[in-house]
């Protein structure tokens, strides 16, 4: 069984400022994908960046980049220069076992909410 | 390219009736997942079909069914429907069962009275 751990339920940021939403995820395969999607008000999740356990560099998508911290496991999204848009639920997920993508176990979410 | 689409956006129904819930995945995108949110939760998985076969089932009741029909889209069915059953309803798909990100859609907002 796969768990994902987010024990920020809220963080808040300056505008332009950088944020690190912390993810700490557990299972014992040794294939597995991490994912970071956002959920604004609206409720739409929108993907935003991924990390296969086998990829050895972190994974970066413009403004995002994800910290994976193998013997940690620990998957953090960093958002560099914040914008008011960015304000929305965070959560991460996970898929191991060599199954299919379509099966995430998510995490509880994390509010982020950016100040101008 | 349009995005998953599901329908109806909301739902207001009574305790015992049934739901069916409708997704139409992007075009080109073979798998379709379900999943439930319950509000201030993440969503939990509860099937995925892919090729119209069922590959994976969450932990939930049987009164959730769900199939996927030859062009792709899908259908989550659920019986006897309880309170605890209001929730947000996503749907999403992928193109294969590859390293591809699941693409979700608005959701379904489900009311139980």
């Known amino acids: 069984a796969q768990k994902i751990t987010q024990t920020q339920p809220g963080m808040f940021v300056q505008e332009k400022e950088a944020v690190t939403l912390d993810c700490t995820y557990d299972t014992s395969d040794q294939s597995y994908g991490l994912f970071w999607y956002k959920q604004p008000s609206s409720g739409e999740m929108i993907f935003l960046i991924y990390q296969g356990s086998y990829d050895e560099q972190n994974a970066t998508e413009g403004r995002y980049s994800l910290n994976f911290q193998k013997a940690r496991k620990s998957a953090n999204l960093v958002i560099s220069a914040s914008q008011l848009g960015d304000s929305a639920m965070y959560f991460c997920a996970m898929n191991a076992g060599g199954t299919s993508y379509g099966k995430l176990t998510f995490g509880q979410g994390t509010i982020l909410t950016v100040h101008p | 390219d349009a995005g998953v689409t599901q329908s109806p956006t909301h739902l207001i129904k009574t305790r015992g009736q049934h739901v069916t819930l409708r997704c139409s995945p992007i075009?080109?995108?073979?798998?379709v997942s379900w999943y439930q949110q319950v509000l201030g939760q993440g969503p939990q998985f509860i099937f995925q079909y892919y090729e119209k076969e069922e590959r994976g089932r969450g932990n939930f009741p049987d009164r959730f069914s769900a199939r996927q029909f030859p062009n792709y889209s899908s259908e989550l069915n659920v019986n006897a429907l309880l309170l605890g059953d209001s929730a947000l309803y996503l749907c999403?798909?992928?193109?294969?069962?590859?390293?591809?990100?699941?693409?979700f859609g608005n959701g379904t907002r489900l009311t139980v009275t």
């Open positions: 999403a798909s992928s193109h294969s069962q590859g390293r591809s990100p699941l693409h």
């Open positions: 075009s080109g995108h073979k798998s």
